[in-house]
């Protein structure tokens, strides 16, 4: 059981992309869920995260420039990236913060410059 991730690409520097996460009402619940990221050799990094209240938290990499909201009645997450970084460069999963399930495959993200 996962929560599916979508929406990457393949962008130039300063460009936008909006990822989205979706999972069944089931087991998206009232979880606080997060965006995480893995480049290549480094270990996996919380981006953001959104509890079920909308309080969010953002990486320090990463304030001002992204954005995470959730639409529960559709049991999404989406993560807004602006001004996008070669160092953003990473495949993105998203997960519950609290009670983790699966990784999934999650989706990449390219970004030259």
């Known amino acids: 059981v996962q929560l599916q991730a979508s929406g990457g690409g393949s962008v130039q520097a300063g460009g936008s992309l909006r990822l989205s996460c979706v999972g069944s009402?089931?087991?998206?619940?009232?979880?606080?869920v997060g965006w995480y990221r893995q480049a290549p050799g480094r270990q996996r990094e919380l981006v953001a995260g959104i509890n079920s209240g909308g309080q969010t938290n953002y990486a320090d990499s990463v304030k001002g420039r992204f954005t995470i909201s959730r639409d529960n009645a559709k049991s999404t997450v989406y993560l807004q990236m602006n001004n996008l970084k070669p160092g953003d460069t990473a495949r993105y999963y998203c997960n519950r913060m609290y009670s983790p399930l699966g990784w999934g495959q999650g989706t990449q993200v390219t970004v030259s410059s």
């Open positions: 009402r089931s087991i998206f619940r009232a979880d606080a």
